[in-house]
């Protein structure tokens, strides 16, 4: 971290002059992209919190509270939240009460947290802050996650966001172009 904007000036040194401007450009984008994503990611985490706490404490759960707090920010890793916090969760809701309707409450709780969290939150929050459709960014998520397993459902999402910035600045280099403009040529229009 010390030494971050002395690496960052020297890479930008090493970009050609006659395209500096471009890479900037492209860069900056990229960069708000995944700030953008960074954004999202924490309003996701602070609902699920949120969602996780209310069901919890109404489930009767002992220190239902700081488990929610501690799922919904390891919830900024997807499912880590999930995986470190249900079994916790359980076993103390059934020390507590027995194995009884408070545990099926704190099941309840994750499945529907798990459920809005899937379907709603991170597609419509995340997929608004970083410009993409709520189909790509469950169409990212299943591809990356299949292709490349946890990792690719860490970098699903800032992939895509880059993705997306290479794509729009590619459209807009071929509409720009002399294919484009002008047509294949003479002889490929007879």
């Not at 209310?54 to 390891?74: D, E, K, N, Y």
């Amino acid at each position: 971290l010390r030494d971050y904007d002395a690496i960052i000036a020297s890479a930008h040194e090493l970009v050609p002059l006659r395209v500096r401007g471009w890479v900037e450009r492209i860069m900056g984008q990229i960069d708000e992209q995944l700030r953008a994503f960074m954004r999202g990611q924490m309003a996701v985490c602070g609902c699920l919190g949120v969602m996780y706490g209310v069901g919890m404490i109404l489930s009767g759960t002992p220190f239902g509270l700081q488990l929610a707090i501690f799922g919904g920010l390891a919830s900024f890793v997807p499912y880590l939240g999930l995986a470190l916090t249900l079994l916790p969760a359980i076993a103390l809701t059934a020390l507590r009460h027995g194995v009884d309707g408070h545990v099926v409450g704190v099941l309840l709780t994750f499945g529907i947290a798990q459920a809005i969290e899937g379907y709603f939150l991170t597609p419509r929050i995340v997929g608004s802050k970083v410009g993409l459709n709520p189909v790509w960014i469950i169409l990212a998520i299943m591809v990356f996650s299949s292709l490349f397993g946890f990792a690719g459902l860490l970098l699903a999402v800032p992939i895509a966001a880059v993705a997306k910035v290479l794509v729009v600045e590619a459209v807009v280099y071929y509409k720009r172009s002399p294919w484009f403009v002008e047509g294949p040529g003479d002889g490929a229009a007879s």
